[in-house]
């Protein structure tokens, strides 16, 4: 019987009682992230196992595992964490689950889209403080999210499901992305002209190198002084340092982040947190149950679909 090592122990859905019904499965049961020494010898003597995409998959685990591994499933659609010249060196198929959660990181960078240019975080905030003292005509104050025009970097499906609901708010749709697909909700311009008129900007690439650092000190000067930022993709793809200076300065109105660089972050002190026009969340995008479910239950069927001599249902593309 094939083993499979579960880096976490409680997936939401029916994938792991899947894995359980066909393999031998033994599972991660501490709540504490494991680390690189723990994975290392975990997966040892594995056929496959199931992780998630903050667990770093490098020659070093690859070669823990030993020959016998022939699959990695991600429970992530973000794979940034996995060497692929090391895998594909060992002939190790990676998967990850791309599609699953396109909506509910969709409905997140709505939210933060509302949340951060309503200023609604810095308003429930002060209120739960016992700081609402009266109706004020000026109170509060923030920019519309309707009619606003909207510029999504990179146009997957994350990006598309943002432009879909984007219509629904009367909202100019742009996108930059390295296909410049166009369709009906939105059309392809270059990144500088994306910068400079957008009134919200809504970043949905994969952390690369080229990715890296990609909305810096630059490109924040290009956009528009009342311009939102938003980030549900990866923190890395933000220059944090840049973004708080324009933020401090003025020269961007707002942002809303539900990713940061090296994360977890949870210092009360951290500068992120303190920023009155900037609202973090802890990396919810995919987590409603359904989309979490859905998540676990697609790497489930990739380890078994691997392991049963089949083509994976979603390799990492490339
Ligand atoms: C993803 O799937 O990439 C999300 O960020 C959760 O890891």
């Not at 956009?223 to 340092?241: C, F, I, Q």
């Amino acid at each position: 019987m094939a083993r499979i090592f579960i880096s976490r122990p409680r997936l939401p859905g029916a994938g792991v009682d899947l894995l359980a019904s066909r393999f031998q499965v033994a599972q991660w049961r501490d709540d504490a992230v494991p680390g690189a020494d723990d994975l290392r010898n975990l997966v040892r003597g594995c056929d496959g196992a199931l992780l998630l995409g903050n667990d770093r998959v490098d020659a070093a685990l690859l070669d823990a595992a030993g020959d016998g591994l022939r699959v990695i499933a991600l429970a992530s659609a973000g794979f940034d964490a996995v060497d692929q010249e090391a895998a594909r060196a060992r002939k190790v198929v990676v998967t990850h689950t791309p599609g699953v959660l396109a909506e509910s990181t969709a409905d997140i960078a709505f939210s933060l889209m509302l949340m951060a240019r309503r200023r609604l975080g810095a308003a429930v905030d002060e209120l739960r403080a016992g700081g609402w003292r009266s109706f004020q005509m000026d109170g509060y104050l923030g920019l519309d999210v309707h009619g606003a025009t909207l510029g999504l970097i990179g146009y997957g499906q994350i990006a598309r499901a943002v432009a879909r609901r984007a219509a629904g708010f009367g909202m100019p749709v742009q996108h930059y992305s390295r296909t410049r697909r166009s369709d009906m909700f939105s059309r392809p311009v270059g990144l500088e002209e994306l910068l400079r008129t957008s009134d919200i900007v809504s970043l949905h690439v994969p952390l690369t190198p080229e990715t890296t650092g990609l909305i810096g000190a630059r490109e924040l000067a290009l956009m528009k002084p009342t311009a939102t930022l938003v980030n549900t993709a990866r923190g890395a793809v933000v220059d944090e340092s840049a973004l708080l200076a324009a933020l401090r300065t003025g020269a961007l109105h707002s942002a809303g982040l539900d990713v940061m660089n090296g994360e977890p972050r949870c210092e009360p002190t951290d500068p992120l947190f303190a920023e009155p026009n900037l609202v973090v969340l802890p990396h919810v995008g995919s987590a409603t149950e359904r989309t979490r479910a859905a998540m676990v239950e697609l790497a489930a069927r990739n380890l078994l679909a691997v392991l049963g001599g089949e083509p994976a249902p979603t390799p990492l593309p490339g």
